[in-house]
């Protein structure tokens, strides 16, 4: 079945650093879209990516997806306390609809 | 616009027992998928409507059933409840479950006794 991981599984940055989170599947994907989950709330959509090597950005957030279509990756700049929260990629291949989430990276800021 | 309303928000039931959950997704919205979240298995995908037709399913045990109506409201059922169900239930509506992100709801958290 579909597998995807997601690394790291936790993430503690000092407010104000740069980290990245990374996600990785084990077969060519159609797209891949991210989600934020604030603890004890619902994920909400960020963003899709669909062509090979796109990069989005959103303010702070780059967004990429891998030039194999088969990863992806969400870089933060100048994390602040409002970023804490637990980031899911969730994909699709072309084999079928259903959209397939990641274990998420759990992000912590240490004020 | 209103966003997707899950009801009841809290459920307690017993094992054996059976629930249906409730799922009203964005108006416009013809695309409802349902997931499990626990801490253990992160978000597990139970299954996606579309036009009241099932259109794809995850790995769950034939006691977890769904279906959608014609204004695209959705319900799942899970029957002879066990105690490793206790979970959040989130259902998400997309505008065609495509080309879209999903919108989800603030999810059931359903607790087996």
């Known amino acids: 079945g579909q597998q995807v991981m997601q690394i790291p599984q936790y993430q503690h940055v000092q407010e104000g650093e740069d980290f990245t989170t990374y996600c990785n599947s084990s077969t060519t994907l159609s797209n891949i879209q991210w989600y934020k989950q604030r603890p004890g709330g619902h994920p909400v959509f960020l963003i899709q990516l669909v062509k090979s090597g796109e990069v989005k950005k959103q303010k702070r957030l780059t967004f990429q997806f891998g030039e194999a279509k088969k990863n992806s990756s969400l870089h933060i700049t100048a994390t602040q306390t409002t970023d804490v929260g637990t980031y899911f990629c969730?994909?699709?291949?072309?084999?079928?609809?259903?959209?397939?989430f990641g274990g998420g990276t759990r992000v912590l800021v240490k004020p | 616009k209103a966003g997707v309303t899950q009801t009841p928000r809290y459920l307690i039931k017993t094992r054996g027992q059976q629930v249906t959950l409730s799922c009203s997704p964005i108006s416009g919205h013809r695309s409802v998928s349902w997931y499990q979240q626990t801490p253990g298995q992160g978000l597990q995908f139970l299954f996606e409507y579309f036009s009241e037709t099932q259109r794809n399913k995850g790995n769950f045990p034939g006691r977890f059933s769904g279906r959608q109506f014609s204004n695209s409201r959705s319900e799942m059922n899970v029957s002879t409840l066990e105690l490793g169900d206790s979970a959040l239930y989130l259902c998400?509506?997309?505008?065609?479950?495509?080309?879209?992100?999903?919108?989800f709801g603030s999810g059931t958290r359903l607790t087996v006794v």
């Open positions: 969730a994909v699709k291949t072309a084999a079928g609809n259903k959209l397939t």
């Open positions: 998400a509506s997309s505008l065609d479950g495509n080309n879209y992100g999903y919108t």
